[in-house]
């Protein structure tokens, strides 16, 4: 697959990339753990059909130390017993919030479940981080980006 425009040799796509890369920095600054930053990306990115997200969130949380089972498992969350009750409820919300083009909305129960396990700024770093990789996931799938050839920490 060959992507249809590389948005890095473009002067508009470079801007808007600047600063979603400057938005993703905020949440990495905030209390919320960097091993549910992860997850969030990539299971947004797993709904979204992103490869190249997919692909480089999972390198770069593996290379972070997260365990090849619970990276397997993401796609399968609910299932899954390898997850935090924290990182579950990152998850649910992750997930109705990605789908809320779909004609879905957040529930009051998945609300209530983040509310239990995060406060006010961690939430905040959530709904940042789920909205930015909804942006680089639409971004990347658009253009067409291929997946596969990411190396972990190639972006900084």
Same mark, same amino acid.
């Given at each position: ?16 990339? +600047?600063?979603?890369?400057? !938005? @993703? ?6 209390? =919320?753990? &960097? $091993?549910?930053? #992860? ?19 999972? +390198?770069?949380?593996?290379? !972070? @130390? ?6 397997? =498992?993401? &796609? $399968?969350?609910? #299932? ?77």
């Amino acid at each position: 697959m060959e992507a249809r425009i590389d948005l890095f040799a473009n002067r508009v796509g470079t801007s808007y990339i +600047k600063r979603l890369t400057t !938005a @993703g920095k905020i949440v990495n600054d905030s209390t =919320l753990p &960097a $091993a549910t930053y #992860e997850l969030v990306k990539i299971r947004a990115s797993q709904i979204n059909g992103c490869g190249y997200c997919v692909d480089m969130h999972t +390198k770069d949380a593996a290379h !972070a @130390g997260e365990e090849s089972v619970r990276l397997n =498992l993401i &796609a $399968a969350w609910q #299932e899954a017993t390898v997850f935090t009750e924290a990182e579950r409820a990152a998850l649910a919300l992750t997930e109705e919030g990605t789908r809320i083009g779909d004609g879905r909305v957040v529930s009051d129960a998945v609300w209530q479940d983040v509310r239990k396990h995060y406060d006010d700024d961690q939430i905040a770093a959530l709904i940042a981080a789920i909205a930015n990789i909804n942006a680089w996931n639409r971004m990347n799938v658009i253009a067409r980006r291929p997946a596969g050839d990411y190396v972990p920490g190639q972006w900084g």
